[in-house]
Each structure stands twice: as structure tokens, then as C-alpha cells.
């Protein structure tokens, strides 16, 4: 790269963020780990930092307006200018509609689609002044339909529309938006989903494998590599992208 970049990777104390933030960190960029806990970014900073990288790690509610303004400008002012950010920060409030609560439904709105707007609205200026700037969004297959994720899967639907105005509004500014829709990635988030369902984590990732075309659930690292791309300053030509991370074809 011709500088270095920095990045912000919302949601990255743990799982697919934390993969992520570690993957850009080796790939030359400083690093801003944000989540909810900022003893639990700072960690992963911390691991960054002690494999060479360099990173900060900031807590921050991405829903929450004046936060997010503060944790950008501390960004801008600890590491330099972002002009990578990946949305990534989200949260389950899984049921069928009948059962769903209003709360159920704003929650996961909030951290997803208001979230990613926040972040994007207070990066941007510093992309549009460097006349350089990456943004990936973190959609799911869930965004084609899934059972007793109605709010979930407007969320990341929502995203994928976000994401394809963006590279409409942003492009003359060197600046791409692109989404990644992962399937089936063994995390936390997912585990949570066996537990609920009432099965054990190792027989739930085999009855999902045999659902997937290469034969295996996803990484987080999967994930990683495709954020790496999208990126990158090779990457500049493509830009509007929902890429389907799921071990197959996805209607």
C-alpha cells in the first residue's frame, strides 16, 4: 500500500470482527477493534499488537449517535484518518413474528441498520477528503428468508440495499461499498442458536455441513479473506458487491 490505512471493524471483539480486524491488521492496516465492552476490544488490540500490528481497542454502542461521533474522532486522533470500515457489529433476537417483541424488532435494527449508518455517515468525510475508502457490510444469507428471523432478515436484506447506494453515492470519491453475506460460520452467535435449539454444537455444525456443498461450516477466517479483498487498493474497480460466503450457490 502506498500509506498506511487505518481500519475500523465494528463488533470485533470476538468471532467474524475480531478475524477480520485481526486478517486487515496483518495485512498492513492499523487497526480500531470497537465493541459494546472496551476491555474485551482492548484484548483483541492487544493480541494484534503483540503479532506487530498496531491497533486500539474502543467501546462504543454503534446505535448510540453521540458515541459513535466520539469513537471516530478518537480513531482519527489515536491511529489517523479511517478510511476502511467494516460493519460488522450485530446482535440475535430470534422468534417467530408472533412471539416477537417490538424491543425484539428495534433491538436488531438498531445495532445492524441504524449501526452501520452512524459509522458510515461520520467515516465517510474522511474518505471523501482522502479521496480513498473502503466499506464492507456484513449481510447473511438470512437476508433471502429465514424462520424466526423476520427482524434479523430485514436487517441484513436492508444492509445489502445500504450498501449497493452507497457505491452509488461514494464512487466518484474513490470510495467502494461492498457487503459480504456469510452462511453457515461457526462462532459464538451460532453456538448460542444450538444451544437454543437443544442440540450440541458438534452435531449442529455436522447437520449443517451436510446441507453445504464443499461439505463444512464456515470460519471466521473465511469471512476475513473476503474482507481482505474488497479491501485492498486492487479491489478499487468493484464496488455495489453482495458476495455470498456459504460454501455454495445461494439463490
Given at each position: 500500500?502506498?500509506?498506511?490505512?487505518?481500519?475500523?471493524?465494528?463488533?470485533?471483539?470476538?468471532?467474524?470482527?475480531?478475524?477480520?480486524?485481526?486478517?486487515?491488521?496483518?495485512?498492513?492496516?492499523?487497526?480500531?477493534?470497537?465493541?459494546?465492552?472496551?476491555?474485551?476490544?482492548?484484548?483483541?488490540?492487544?493480541?494484534?499488537?503483540?503479532?506487530?500490528?498496531?491497533?486500539?481497542?474502543?467501546?462504543?454502542?454503534?446505535?448510540?449517535?453521540?458515541?459513535?461521533?466520539?469513537?471516530?474522532?478518537?480513531?482519527?486522533?489515536?491511529?489517523?484518518a479511517p478510511t476502511v470500515l467494516v460493519n460488522n457489529a450485530g446482535v440475535l433476537r430470534d422468534n417467530l413474528i408472533f412471539k416477537m417483541s417490538a424491543d425484539d424488532?428495534?433491538?436488531?435494527?438498531?445495532?445492524?441498520?441504524?449501526?452501520?449508518?452512524?459509522?458510515?455517515?461520520?467515516?465517510?468525510?474522511?474518505?471523501?477528503?482522502?479521496?480513498?475508502g473502503r466499506i464492507v457490510n456484513l449481510s447473511s444469507t438470512s437476508a433471502q428468508g429465514n424462520r424466526g428471523q423476520v427482524n434479523y432478515s430485514a436487517a441484513k436484506?436492508?444492509?445489502?440495499?445500504?450498501?449497493?447506494?452507497?457505491?452509488?453515492?461514494?464512487?466518484?470519491?474513490?470510495?467502494?461499498?461492498?457487503?459480504?453475506?456469510?452462511?453457515?460460520?461457526?462462532?459464538?452467535?451460532?453456538?448460542?442458536?444450538?444451544?437454543?435449539v437443544g442440540m450440541e454444537f458438534e452435531a449442529f455444525k455436522a447437520a449443517a455441513a451436510q446441507q453445504i456443498p464443499v461439505q463444512r461450516v464456515g470460519t471466521p477466517?473465511?469471512?476475513?479473506?473476503?474482507?481482505?479483498?474488497?479491501?485492498?487498493?486492487?479491489?478499487?474497480?468493484?464496488?455495489?458487491?453482495?458476495?455470498?460466503?456459504?460454501?455454495?450457490?445461494?439463490?
Open positions: 500500500m502506498p500509506e498506511t490505512r487505518t481500519a475500523i471493524v465494528t463488533g470485533s471483539a470476538r468471532g467474524i470482527g475480531a478475524a477480520v480486524a485481526k486478517r486487515l491488521a496483518k495485512d498492513g492496516l492499523q487497526v480500531a477493534v470497537i465493541d459494546l465492552d472496551e476491555a474485551a476490544s482492548q484484548k483483541v488490540a492487544d493480541e494484534i499488537t503483540a503479532d506487530g500490528g498496531k491497533a486500539v481497542g474502543i467501546g462504543c454502542d454503534v446505535s448510540d449517535e453521540a458515541a459513535v461521533t466520539a469513537a471516530v474522532e478518537r480513531v482519527a486522533s489515536e491511529l489517523g424488532w428495534d433491538t436488531v435494527m438498531n445495532v445492524h441498520l441504524r449501526g452501520s449508518f452512524l459509522m458510515t455517515r461520520a467515516v465517510q468525510k474522511h474518505m471523501t477528503d482522502a479521496k480513498f436484506a436492508g444492509l445489502q440495499g445500504f450498501t449497493k447506494t452507497l457505491a452509488i453515492e461514494l464512487g466518484k470519491f474513490n470510495v467502494t461499498a461492498n457487503a459480504i453475506a456469510p452462511g453457515f460460520i461457526a462462532t459464538d452467535m451460532t453456538a448460542a442458536t444450538a444451544e437454543r477466517e473465511d469471512i476475513a479473506a473476503a474482507a481482505s479483498f474488497f479491501v485492498s487498493e486492487e479491489a478499487g474497480f468493484v464496488s455495489g458487491q453482495v458476495l455470498y460466503v456459504a460454501g455454495g450457490p445461494q439463490d
